[in-house]
């Protein structure tokens, strides 16, 4: 029985790396361009309106990563849509950010171009871009960095939004999980609306304590027998320790400290019961993603000693993991929720 269930979940592991892995069908024509010291790079971005222009007219920026098929026309599609069905897609400003993989980039014969690309899933974590023989590049940024200027210039180019959200699903919500935490963006521009950081159906989360929550539902650190085995259930991108080159010039302590300040709004669906438990990190975070989503607002909790007023939880009653863009229940936290008015300086 035990070997069975290691086949099944292996045959799972080969077909989603094997998905995640074929190159992305569409690369839009945009380029998003960042300049660190000097040195500038970009990524293919899609957007609603032109970001040369001012657009006063907007009140509402939704922000969006694809999830691991890295598709952002597709993904651009399904957020607008939404946000039609909605009716507020008069007064939204819609974007995407594409990461891309080598083999996207060679599929599309843009080796020789400015883009940057990533390593199989660490654009998730906000890892440097890379090089390679194939595709040599001289600048290296984080994907957490693009995202950054996104921000940033979406609030130059929409002088009245009342709110910026930044929404993904599945590997963009455990993208959102990790950047919600890190960016320094809402401490070094106070006069950004609120941001709403919002991970959907996220397979797992940045943890900012060593405590997790047993099968029994008692909260602590892990026993010694687990740790042992797996002593890197901690480390980056689970935890904080051993933090990447985005995530060190924050530091743990910065983290530990603006946590409790950022605005986040959990979405789940109530039947996504994907579970991938044979990456132990991921088992010590609960038993599937719906019960994961839970489990880290009440050990977060547990940890600061209160509850945390800027984080929610939406379950999407019916959901399942890649179809909860097709319910209305998305529609309030994603289009309508704004944060109290009289609440809003971010840390």
Known sequence: MKRAGFLAASLLLLFTVSVFAQPVEHIPPGRFWVTVDGDSTTVPYVSSHDLDGVHPELTRAVIFIPPGPRDVVN????VVGAGNQAGVSDTTFYAGLQYLLLNDLQAHELETSDIAYWNFQDWGDGDLSRTTPAAPRDVFVSSFTFLDSLVVLTDQICPNLNCIVICGNSEAGQFISRYQALTRIPTEFPDLPPIVFTPMNSGNFLYVSRERMSSSGEIGVPCNLITTTIDYYNEYPYGLENLNEYGAESGADYIREQYPNRWINHLAGSLDNG???DNLPMA????NNNMRCKI??????????YPLPRTQFFEIPGAGHSNIWNFSEIWYPLFHYTPPSDNRTDG
Not at 284 to 287: H, P, S
Not at 296 to 305: D, L
Request: hydrophobic share 50%; glycine share 10%; net charge neutral.
């Open 75 to 78: 993904m651009a599609q399904r």
């Open 275 to 277: 579970a991938n438990t």
């Open 284 to 287: 010590l975070q609960g038993f």
């Open 296 to 305: 880290i607002i009440q050990v977060h909790e547990a940890f600061y000693g």
